[in-house]
């Protein structure tokens, strides 16, 4: 039998404990059983581990094989500096790691101090005593004590209760309170008014529960467990990552094998070939991109918290940018929160209820005060939103009324109103408020002007007229009721008050819409983002509410819950289909399965919620939004953003910074791939021409992981342009090194660079005196000379490239030339850095250089220039095309 049929005393026994609850022996040996009352976040990979994790991804993989090939080339053949490159490559693995976990334990650290949702402590009985003792200690046969604003720690059995009101919505979505009872129930536990479950709280009233389920236990625990089970698959980003790094990991063990073997035709030694084979592979391998793409998706991740969005995770803040449907919920995010009084209907007229000022005797206004469990104290409203509302309502217009209440039939679900009987004056009066299809079936009689008349069909048509008036401005429609009990105050029968009862009027309620939500919806429609609304209200408020934020223009196709459930997958997808689509009356374990179609048909998924029932949803989708406000643990846990002010507008803002990573991301590459050719060309002229070696592995390296590395962090935080939102979402086939990112950095730019530099090379040599076929010995000044102008040449023609590569189609100068402050300091420190490599002794030992002259700087400037101007013509004549 499940608990919540057992009569209290069946109860009490099933758990083998008493009205006075367990003794403190039994409550230590039960909590050595049962584990404590916590939710075990299993699914969750340790910071540790993800860090560890760092090390093994495939971009890290390929460094730690770059690194090996060093270490072996200096242990077989030492004096080539391979050492150091191996070292080099390493640092790059371990500060990339650690940088990636600082910033995920931060936002993990940001994530703990937003939960709040079980409480500390609880009242509990033992031993016959109240005592009060931590929530993760209570365990299954205590006797919970609740009253008004306590969080419920574990899945109890209500054995006593007086007017005891929950909140369930962080389980079944639905704000609305809901009386509880001590009285045996049959069916499901969600449905028992009986059952009070973990991570609920208490509205009003007061009652004792006897714990039957703690921990993972608990309907709480179970839904948690079950989110752990989605499947979580690796973000687009990392996808593209992934097969960036194997593509470039191909071409550069190609290319290296293929001169190695090259080399043995051409008659070379093995040591020779075998150096070679590694320059070159270093050169093609951007060491640079990793610490890079983690250092941009950091940036991007705090500019997205500066704008109310915590990321989790790192390439969660370049998937918001995929996003082409977002599924909303209405209530917090595209509206307000805030419940107010917005119209009234009486007399047969819609009002203005701001302003509104009733007689003193007005029973519309005294029902709105009297038929409310919400109070007014220490200068604030308290209780339940929408009673509040009408509180404040009441009280405007009436101010504040001397009534005694004798006599209170709760609001319930089933029911839908509320009735109460209050003593105002020496008169007895029965006030009831509800759905309107609840109230009106019970009124005899309607008031009109202080005059009560005979319910006539026309007046009933005309109140159904005005309530349908109301829901079509986005109002929540309560209608009232009273009738006059001089006698009976306390009837025998107190279902007989719900009888000949009067229409006093209706109060429509507004949760208006934020103010920014229009506008963030009109950026979705313009960027190609579909919006789909998800919410528990009423087909004709929910469209009211999409019309006046934007979100639909024509007749939506509007699916309710229960058509819902009727549908199969292959109608429910060609609904989805439509335009303009709301889903009304629906529960929060709906949306998974919207997610899973939606995702079936290509669709990049946002999704949003806060409670339990929604993580499985924000597991699967795409991209997974939690509330930071009113968010549960487990929302907050399954998701990959949270929104620290629960508003629809953050999530747009987070896209357009998703979408300018993916861009900032694919113009840093290009920076840095369009320097991997005159790294690789000095190479093949190496091997090919047999002239000395124009650049060493250690001056590829100053380039890779010195100068190159702030200009291309400046790439990375470009703003976003208004262009970005003007765009459809990006395709699921589409890669990020795709055919023209690839050519515009190795046939184009790259090879401007690579003329570049090799001309710095030849100047330096031939001006020496050096002719072709001599040799050049390591340390001779004209050698070291010619091999730092030649680093030089690329660092010079890299602050060409670094504004060059701002955009791919729009020119820099009608970006702005100084709109980016970034790229200066980054080009300041790129130089700086230089000059140290050029001048100092320090850097002329690590680096093989030696000191150039001034007028070489100008030489090598034009190079610069020329790049510039020459990606500039490009772009124009791309326009004009």
Known sequence: MKINSLSREEALRALVSSENGLSEKEAARRLSESGFNEIREAHRTPLAIRFLKQFTHFLALLLWVGAGLAFLSDYLHP?????????????????NAVFTYIQEYRAEKALEALKRLLPFSVRIVREGKERKVPSREVVPGDVMLLSEGDRIPADARLIEGAMLKVNNAPLTGESEASLRNALPAPGELLDSPNIVFAGTSVIS????????????????????????????????LQ????????????????VGIFFFSLGFVIGRDFWGNFIFAVGITVALIPEGMLPTVTLSLAMASQRMAKRKALIKNLSSAETLGCVSVICTDKTGTLTQNRMT???????????DAQGFMAPADDPLMQAALLCNNARFADNEYRGDPTETALLRLGRESLGDLSAERM????????RKRMTTVNRVGDAGIVFSKGAMESILPLCSRFLVNGVEYGMEETFRERALDAYGSLMDHGLR????????????????????????LVLAGLVGLEDPPRPEVPEAIGKCHEAGIKVIMITGDGSRTAVAIAREIGLVKGDPLVIEGPEFLEMDDRELREKLSVGEILFARMAPKHKMRVVSILQEEGEWVAVTGDGVNDAPALKKADIGISMGISGTDVAKEASDMILLDDNFATIVNAVEEGRAVYENIRKFITYIFASNIPEAVPYLAYILFRIPLPLTIMQILAVDLGTDMLPALALGTEKPTPAVMRQPPRSRNERLLNFSLLSR?????GPIEAFACMSGFFYVMINGGWTWGMEAAPDHVLYLQATTACLTAIIIVQIGNVFACRSAKESV?????????????????????????VYSPYGNRVFSTYPLSPAMWLVLLPFAFLLLFSEEARKYLLLRR
């Not at 950095?745 to 730019?749: D, K, N, R, T």
């Open 79 to 95: 004096g080539e500096d391979m050492g150091t490159l191996g070292f080099a490559i390493i640092g790059v693995i371990v500060i």
């Open 205 to 236: 009233g007061s009652g004792k529960a006897l714990v039957f389920a703690t921990g993972m236990g608990t309907e709480f625990g179970r839904i948690a467990h079950l989110t752990s089970a989605v499947e979580q698959d690796l973000s687009p």
């Open 239 to 254: 996808k593209e990552i992934a097969k960036a790094t194997r593509l470039v990991a191909t071409i550069a063990a190609l």
């Open 341 to 351: 009084a917005e119209k009234i209907w009486r007399d047969g007229s819609i009002l």
């Open 407 to 414: 006599f209170e039939i709760p609001f319930d679900s089933d």
């Open 477 to 500: 429609v309560l209608a009232f009721a009273y009738r006059k009990n001089p006698s009976d105050l306390l009837p025998p029968d107190p279902s007989s008050l719900e009888e000949d």
């Open 745 to 749: 950095a190795y046939l184009f730019l």
């Open 813 to 837: 100068f009608r970006l702005g030339f100084f709109s980016n402050r970034f790229i200066f300091i980054g080009i300041g420190f790129e130089l700086c850095l230089q000059l140290f490599i």
